[in-house]
Nanobody, 120 residues
Framework: QAQVAESGGGLVQAGGSLRLSCAAS????????MGWYRQAPGKQRELVAA???????NYADSVKGRFTISRDNAKNTVYLQMNSLKPEDTAVYYC??????????????WGRGTQVTVSS
């Protein structure tokens, strides 16, 4: 069984930085695209950043120039470096991974989320 798990959330002051990590584990053949989404209270879940297996990246306009997504294929891990954080970045951040697995074939997995809170 495959799974993804996030870590690295927390409380930070505006202007500060955090780095989120997401590791995929289990019976995985390969990892295709991976990404980060976030959901603030009362709002829909939205894409923050995504990265393909080849390293191409895509960012929400609201985080361009402040957040950087990267991946370590050897560790099956994706990172989100968040700089110049703003109170409006406060949300639960979810990892999303498109995996080729032994049991389920190609399937999208979600992590359970990690809370990021930015104080003003």
């Amino acid at each position: 069984q495959a799974q993804v798990a996030e870590s690295g959330g927390g409380l930070v002051q505006a202007g500060g930085s955090l780095r989120l990590s997401c590791a995929a584990s289990g019976s995985i053949f390969s990892i295709n695209a991976m990404g980060w989404y976030r959901q603030a209270p009362g709002k829909q879940r939205e894409l923050v950043a995504a990265i393909t297996s080849g390293g191409s990246t895509n960012y929400a306009d609201s985080v361009k120039g402040r957040f950087t997504i990267s991946r370590d294929n050897a560790k099956n891990t994706v990172y989100l470096q968040m700089n110049s954080l703003k109170p409006e970045d406060t949300a639960v951040y979810y990892c999303n991974a498109d995996l080729d697995t032994v049991v389920a074939g190609r399937k999208t997995y979600w992590g359970r989320g990690t809370q990021v809170t930015v104080s003003s």
